[in-house]
């Protein structure tokens, strides 16, 4: 392999790296989020296979592993859970938006939609005006 070879590789290898590390943080930060929305959207309790299933169906994009969001978010408060027999194996944990839940997801829709305001400009091929050429 030549330097020029080689150098392409590891531009492609780093970039990969990025776009992997960049869409792991995009979707941490917008896992809670997905989660209290189609549980809303629901209107009933899922428990965590038909939330995967849900997620899987209806997102372009593998989100990870659910139940660590799912645990973390009933310690909070923004979840309830409700564990049921189940017929086919051990108990099933349901889970619900509570009523803390649907407040915050209220106020996170909000302060998405303002950040993705921010971003669809940012990256967008609009030219910023400056109110600097006045002088």
């Known amino acids: 392999m030549t330097k020029n070879n ?16 960049f ?12 989660l209290l929305s189609l549980l809303r959207k629901a209107g009933k309790p899922l428990y965590g296979y038909e939330i995967s299933k849900l997620l899987e169906k209806n997102a ?4 990870g592993a659910i139940y660590p969001v799912l645990r973390n978010m009933v310690s909070k408060g923004l979840l309830e ?18 009523p803390l839940g649907r407040t915050v997801l ?5 302060i998405w939609a303002e950040t993705k305001n921010i971003v669809d400009f940012s990256i967008s091929e609009t030219p910023i005006k400056s109110d600097q050429g006045n002088d």
């Open 6 to 21: 080689t150098s392409s590789a590891n531009a492609e290898e780093t970039l990969e790296l990025q776009n992997k590390k």
């Open 23 to 34: 869409r792991k943080e995009l979707n941490a930060g917008t896992s809670a989020l997905i």
């Open 60 to 63: 372009s994009d593998k989100q």
């Open 81 to 98: 859970v409700d564990v049921k027999p189940s017929d086919s194996g051990p108990p099933r944990k349901y889970f619900s938006i509570s």
């Open 106 to 110: 209220q106020e996170w829709i909000k």
